[in-house]
C-alpha cells in the first residue's frame, strides 16, 4: 500500500450500515457488525483496491480462538488481554483472509505480527472484490469457542459490537 494517505468507504462499508455495498445495494438482514477495507487513498489521490498481497497485522497481542472457513477465504478470531468490568474480553475478528503460515487456533500472535493477506482466490464465484472484513468485540471470556461464528458474532446478545474505527 505504497503511499497510503487514508481509507475510502462506500456506503454500507461502515459499522452498523443498513444497506449492502455491493451489488444492487439491497438492505442487510442484520447491520453490519464491522467495516469493510477494499479502497484506499494514496497520497497522489488516486484511489487503489487492496488485493492478496496486502498483509494483515495483528491489532493486539493475543491469542487466536478460531479460524473458521468463510464465504471469501477464512476469518480469524483473537482474543486479546484486555478486559472490560463486566469480564468481557475484547476481540478483533478478520474476514476473508488467508493466514499465514503457523497461524492456528491457539497459537499467541503479537500485536503487528503478520496473521495472513486479504484473500484474493482467483476461484471465488462472487463479483465482490477482495476486502478485509474487521470485527470488534466485547465477547464473555468463557464465551464457547463452537459459538464463534459470523452468525452468533451478529445476534447474539452476550457479545457487544464495537465500531472499529473508534479502536482502531
Known amino acids: 500500500m505504497a503511499g497510503f494517505k ?13 444497506r449492502q455495498w455491493w451489488g444492487d445495494r439491497k438492505p442487510r438482514s442484520t447491520p453490519h457488525e464491522g467495516i469493510d477495507l477494499c479502497w484506499f487513498e494514496n497520497s497522489t489521490g488516486e484511489v487503489k483496491e487492496v488485493n492478496g498481497s496486502i498483509k494483515i497485522p495483528a491489532a493486539f497481542a493475543g ?3 478460531k479460524i473458521e472457513n468463510d464465504y471469501l477465504g477464512k476469518s480469524i478470531f483473537i482474543g ?14 478478520y474476514g476473508h483472509t ?14 503487528g505480527e503478520i496473521i495472513g493477506v486479504i484473500a484474493d482466490l482467483p476461484e471465488r464465484k462472487t463479483t465482490l472484490p477482495p476486502h478485509l472484513h474487521i470485527t470488534v468485540a466485547w465477547i464473555p471470556a468463557l464465551f464457547p469457542q463452537e459459538h464463534l461464528t459470523w452468525q452468533h458474532i451478529g445476534s447474539d446478545g ?11
Not at 452476550?158 to 482502531?168: A, F, G, H, Q
Request: proline content about 5%; cysteine-free.
Open 6 to 18: 487514508k481509507w475510502f468507504f462506500l456506503p454500507g462499508m461502515l459499522f452498523h450500515s443498513s
Open 63 to 65: 491469542k487466536i480462538r
Open 80 to 93: 486479546h488481554g484486555i478486559f472490560d468490568e463486566k469480564q468481557g474480553q475484547l476481540h478483533t475478528i
Open 98 to 111: 488467508i493466514p499465514g503460515d503457523g497461524m492456528e487456533a491457539t497459537g499467541n500472535v503479537a500485536e
Open 158 to 168: 452476550r457479545i457487544t459490537l464495537v465500531d472499529p474505527l473508534l479502536i482502531l
